[in-house]
């Protein structure tokens, strides 16, 4: 197991890359799950992917971004945004219709709930702006393990050093 790295250093929330290389030997044919630990908190890291198949002789590349950030996996799954908000609209829309005996009550609701119904998902929206302290500066150091799947082959562990400016 190598890095193509052995340190990287972000600049703020930006992201930082290093290539670690998974070569597998003679005897070994399985799969390999990459790890990591770090020296202390406020560091997200994340292996794309995070398992590998290796025949023997065999390389194959991860990508290990680090960030004090949050980082967007090639994993992740998008945010949904806006979409259902039409269906609530609608919904609340024909709920005052089922409510209420009065006219003039059922269109006070009615326009409460609308109301509601419209600003709800801008709050929401405006609450989660994707903001977050970043941490202090400093050097930390990332600990990557690869666990392969064939039972006595062995752990193997290497170190990234990731400068955060």
């Not at 790295?5 to 290093?18: D, E, F, I, L």
């Not at 390999?32 to 590998?52: D, E, I, K, Q, R």
Request: charged residues 5%; glycine residues 10%; contains cysteine.
């Amino acid at each position: 197991m190598a890095l193509s790295a052995t340190s990287v250093s972000p600049t703020g929330s930006a992201t930082g890359v290093a290539t670690l290389t998974l070569t597998a030997n003679a005897s070994f044919q399985g799969t390999v799950t990459v790890s990591s630990s770090v020296s202390s908190s406020g560091l997200n890291v994340v292996f794309n992917p995070t398992s590998v198949t290796l025949a023997a002789g065999q390389s194959q590349q991860v990508s290990v971004l680090v960030s004090s950030g949050s980082i967007l996996s090639a994993e992740s799954k998008p945010s949904a945004g806006w979409k259902g908000t039409g269906l609530t609209i609608a919904m609340t829309a024909l709920l005052p219709l089922f409510l209420g005996r009065f006219r003039r009550r059922r269109l006070n609701l009615f326009a409460s709930l609308l109301l509601f119904a419209l600003l709800f998902p801008v709050a929401a929206l405006i609450g989660c702006s994707g903001g977050s302290a970043s941490s202090p500066k400093g050097t930390r150091t990332v600990t990557i393990t690869a666990t392969p799947s064939v039972a006595g082959a062995p752990v193997q562990t290497t170190t990234l050093t990731v400068n955060l400016q």
